[in-house]
């Protein structure tokens, strides 16, 4: 998540890093409901001979018969799956049963080390989901492709490509939105740095500012104490969308707003950045200004903004691709989560769309629905046709 050339550095948002993997990235749990005479069996105890073939599997911890079944512990009152890393408990207190449900129906809670209820029954979702849980529980170790092929007997190739298919990033930049995160919480709660970064699995100083410093948009003391050093400069302008607004700190652009009055463009911002220090600009903006209104009748497009935003890494890669759609053209939601190797993420591009920071600049305008209709906008779907309209008219 580097932000060296890049024609717009990101950093992660905490507010959306809170959701890191949506639903919509992730495979449809499964309908399926075991019958009832397999269900009435998983009562009645562990005498069968089946039970000691699922005890063997919960003694080696195999993840391959997770989402097979789960086991419950009478004296603890928790149910798991079977690679559960929790000790192991005395057979004569374990209960078996097919599925999360049927152990919640007889009284026993989810563990909530081994999470049992994330298991749906698609491999390559399960598989990823895995992966991730791994990651979470050692971000205080270094993670690398050879360790998570080891720990889960896949070559590295094939362990990055399945979990790259499944949520659209890589293993490592998980480690790194999970690692940012953590840092993120552990600041806001009011840790010092220094504390706040070995919590959250960072090996040094000189690593996390490497790290953090671009992906939080400062420093990270500078962070804790809510942005309060940071300046950030603005200009209003008229548009063909009514007023705008750019805001930008020392490394680049950080918003751009309409609204209908000043006022109401002063106050986003204010809600945007409520620590930051707010200054109007005394010119310096004015270039970025005029290649904006340029830019959204086509007279300008070659010019380059230089963008500094938070982003996850789901996001980085939607807003990278929307700026490849060409002046005047638009794609589906449909469209922009196949291009981007996520065919069933429509939401989550939706999603992406309606959270980017700088409008114009990273065209979420051109995304319509399927029928080519034209959806919401974060700016009101008035401008989102006004601005398409300026488009083909400049093509």
Not at 130 to 139: N, P, S
Not at 218 to 231: H, N, V
Not at 255 to 276: H, N, V, W
Request: include cysteine.
């Amino acid at each position: 998540m580097t932000t060296t050339n890049m024609t717009f550095p990101m950093t992660a948002a905490s507010a959306i890093l809170a959701d890191e993997i949506p639903s919509d990235m992730l495979a449809a749990q499964s309908n399926s409901k075991p019958a009832k005479d397999q269900m009435v069996a998983d009562h009645q105890g562990a005498d069968q001979p089946n039970d000691n073939r699922r005890w063997d599997s919960v003694v080696a911890r195999d993840t391959a018969h997770d989402g097979k079944f789960v086991f419950a512990v009478s004296t603890t009152g928790v149910y798991c799956r079977p690679s559960c890393p929790a000790r192991r408990p005395r057979r004569e207190n374990v209960k078996f049963f097919s599925r999360p449900e049927q152990a919640e129906q007889a009284g026993f809670r989810a563990c909530l080390r081994c999470r049992p209820r994330l298991i749906s029954g698609n491999p390559q979702s399960d598989f990823a989901k895995e992966i991730c849980r791994y990651i979470e529980q050692h971000l205080d170790e270094p993670i690398t492709l050879g360790r998570l092929s080891k720990t889960f007997r896949q070559s590295p190739f094939h362990l990055q490509r399945r979990f790259k298919a499944a949520l659209g990033i890589t293993p490592r930049e998980y480690a790194d939105s999970c690692r940012l995160r953590q840092l993120k919480r552990n600041l806001q709660a009011g840790d010092n740095v220094t504390r706040a970064m070995y919590d959250a699995g960072y090996g040094s100083s000189s690593r996390l500012y490497e790290k953090t410093s671009s992906q939080l948009g400062m420093t990270p003391d500078k962070y804790r104490r809510g942005a309060i050093a940071a300046t950030i400069r603005y200009a209003v302008s008229d548009s063909p969308l009514g007023r705008m607004l750019i805001a930008a700190t020392d490394r680049g652009i950080c918003s751009i707003q309409f609204a209908t009055s000043d006022g109401e463009l002063l106050e986003g911002l204010k809600r945007e950045f409520p620590f930051a220090v707010r200054k109007p600009d005394e010119g310096a903006l004015q270039a970025w200004v005029e290649t904006l209104l340029s830019r959204m009748t086509g007279d300008d497009l070659n010019a380059a903004l230089p963008l500094y935003i938070r982003a996850t890494a789901f996001q980085r890669r939607v807003w990278t691709y929307l700026q490849s759609i060409p002046f005047g053209a638009t794609r589906s939601y449909g469209q922009v989560a196949k291009a981007i190797g996520q065919p069933t993420a429509s939401r989550a591009v939706a999603r992406a769309c309606a959270t980017n920071p700088v409008a114009v600049a990273i065209p979420c305008h051109r995304v319509v629905r399927e029928d080519g209709s034209i959806s919401g906008y974060r700016w009101g779907v008035e401008r989102k046709k006004t601005l398409l309209e300026l488009e083909q008219r400049g093509v």
